[in-house]
């Protein structure tokens, strides 16, 4: 039987519940985002595990750290795994659409499904699923919300600092 863990952690888009799996980050999840599970799920309280996922989110959080280097267990289907890691090749700053992401995974007609798996993401900014848009370059959907997903991509784009409401 697996090890589940996790602690809560204060970010600029509101506190962070992170999970492990054995002591590996599993998921992150943002106060009332879609797709959450009910916090009887997330294990025992207990943030030994989590040091080097909240010094690297702090880092990124401060504007220092681009691109995360943490071992993750994500469990999900093949494609989706897939999916997931064409995500952590969008570089900081820059953004894809779904029909770029399917195209990568050579099947441009599958951009619907890889929103669908965008959308189960679930360790969402370490896997920055917000680097996502529409075509055209609207925004759409993101667990965490529309306008975490844009303070996000702003934060990124240096036109605002981590946590900054734009409207």
């Not at 030994?48 to 993750?72: C, H, K, N, S």
């Not at 494609?79 to 894809?96: K, N």
Request: with cysteine.
């Amino acid at each position: 039987m697996p090890t589940l863990q996790h602690t809560v952690v204060d970010s600029p888009y509101d506190p962070l519940t992170l999970v492990a799996v054995d002591g590996v980050l599993s998921r992150i999840h943002m106060t009332g985002q879609r797709h959450r599970p009910p916090e009887d799920t997330f294990g025992t309280p207990d943030p030994r595990p989590f040091d080097e996922a909240v010094r690297q989110l702090d880092a990124y959080f401060a504007g220092e750290l681009t691109a995360f280097d943490l071992p993750l267990h994500l469990v999900g289907t093949p494609f989706q795994l897939r999916v997931w890691e064409q995500l952590r090749l969008i570089p900081y700053g820059e953004t894809r659409t779904y029909g770029e992401l399917a195209e990568a995974l050579g099947n441009p007609g599958a951009s619907r499904a890889v929103g669908l798996a965008n959308g189960k993401n679930p360790v969402s900014i370490v896997v920055p699923c917000h680097r996502v848009i529409g075509a055209g370059g609207s925004l759409t959907g993101y667990g965490g919300g529309l306008d975490r997903k844009q303070r996000l991509l702003a934060f990124e784009s240096g036109a605002g600092a981590a946590g900054d409401t734009l409207f």
